[in-house]
């Protein structure tokens, strides 16, 4: 069959309706004439508003898993930052407790150091201030190790203060160190005087009381006149310690029938258990020696 009887033309089978330039051409009109109405008239509100009713449900399902996992996220970073913010707080807390105990420890320490000044205008003996190293090793006895020993000038005997009154005596001097016996140790005495009455007695260490903290008054009779309160000081008369500094005060008084003597018991005024610098004077009987000379070696070759 020659080429040009064929029909160029497709079989009504293949035909669609209109051509496709016509379908470009009518949609695209129908879109700028809704865009203009919806833009002048607002025509698509209603039907957007329901087509995102419809589909809001799609969305929230689609959306939720999202959400999840967001909000999972941001809690484990919330709960890592309040760990580690109240970890912080923790250790600030821990710094200003130590602080605030620093404090009270220094304003105590500066209050007993003005104690310290005010006792050291009082007294006219040669006196030089000291600061408590540690308590003896001996579970017996009542002492404390102090860092000024003989080089400094510090003699057995010696009176030992602290701001309040007196604190104990040196038994045992070393070059740099020396050894306080406490008023309050079971083999320490010390001459005292009523400050009412002007007795005089001498008070003694009380190992046996109950807090291990006391003095007691021996061989005091049992009329005598003493009352709970009176203010005991040096009497001056042992040429150790001078005269007027505080030592106790009568805590306890018992008066028994079946002994001619009284009990009394006093509480002293220093700080025997927590002293950290103390005092330390001169003994009112020991003379004002002069220092020795130094030794000079001779020199080698010397004719003696």
Same mark, same amino acid.
């Given at each position: 069959m020659p080429l040009g009887t064929l029909d160029r033309n497709p079989p009504p089978f293949f035909k669609q309706g209109p051509s496709a330039l016509s379908?470009?051409?009518?949609?695209?009109?129908?879109?700028?004439?809704?865009? #203009?109405? $919806?833009?002048?008239?607002? %025509?698509?509100?209603?039907? +957007? &508003?329901?087509?995102?009713?419809?589909?809001?449900?799609?969305?929230?399902?689609?959306?939720?898993?999202?959400?999840?996992?967001?909000?999972?996220?941001?809690?484990?970073?919330?709960?890592?930052?309040?760990?580690?913010?109240?970890?912080?707080?923790?250790?600030?807390?821990?710094?200003?407790?130590?602080?605030?105990?620093?404090?009270?420890?220094?304003?105590?320490?500066?209050?007993?150091?003005?104690?310290?000044?005010e006792l050291r205008a009082q007294i006219s003996t040669p006196q030089q201030t000291a600061e408590v190293l540690y308590d003896a090793a001996d579970p017996y006895t009542r002492k404390i190790i102090i860092d000024k020993g003989t080089?400094?000038?510090?003699?057995?005997?010696?009176? #030992?203060? $602290?701001?309040?009154?007196? %604190?104990?005596?040196?038994? +045992? &001097?070393?070059?740099?160190?020396?050894?306080?016996?406490?008023?309050?140790?079971?083999?320490?005495?010390?001459?005292?005087?009523?400050?009412?009455?002007?007795?005089?007695?001498?008070?003694?260490?009380?190992?046996?009381?109950?807090?291990?903290?006391?003095?007691?008054?021996?061989?005091?009779?049992?009329?005598?006149?003493?009352?709970?309160?009176d203010v005991l000081t040096t009497s001056g008369v042992d040429g150790v310690y001078p005269l007027g500094l505080q030592v106790a005060k009568i805590a306890r008084i018992e008066r028994r029938a079946d002994s001619a003597f009284a009990r009394i018991y006093c509480s002293p005024v220093a700080q025997v258990s927590g002293a950290r610098h103390v005092m330390v004077l001169q003994p009112v009987g020991l003379p004002d020696l002069p220092l020795p000379a130094p030794v000079v070696a001779p020199k080698k070759g010397a004719k003696k």
């Open positions: 379908k470009l051409v009518f949609f695209s009109a129908l879109a700028l004439f809704l865009m #203009v109405a $919806d833009a002048r008239f607002t %025509l698509m509100r209603p039907l +957007r &508003a329901a087509l995102a009713t419809a589909l809001y449900p799609v969305q929230w399902v689609v959306m939720e898993p999202l959400r999840l996992v967001r909000g999972g996220g941001a809690y484990m970073e919330s709960m890592a930052s309040l760990q580690a913010q109240a970890d912080q707080a923790q250790r600030q807390l821990a710094v200003q407790s130590q602080r605030a105990g620093q404090v009270e420890m220094l304003a105590l320490e500066n209050q007993r150091l003005r104690q310290l000044l080089t400094q000038g510090v003699v057995a005997g010696s009176p #030992v203060l $602290d701001g309040l009154g007196v %604190l104990g005596q040196v038994t +045992r &001097a070393h070059p740099m160190v020396s050894e306080v016996t406490l008023l309050i140790d079971r083999d320490q005495a010390i001459p005292v005087l009523n400050t009412r009455t002007g007795a005089r007695s001498v008070a003694y260490g009380d190992p046996t009381s109950a807090s291990g903290s006391q003095l007691e008054l021996r061989f005091m009779a049992g009329n005598s006149d003493v009352q709970v309160g």
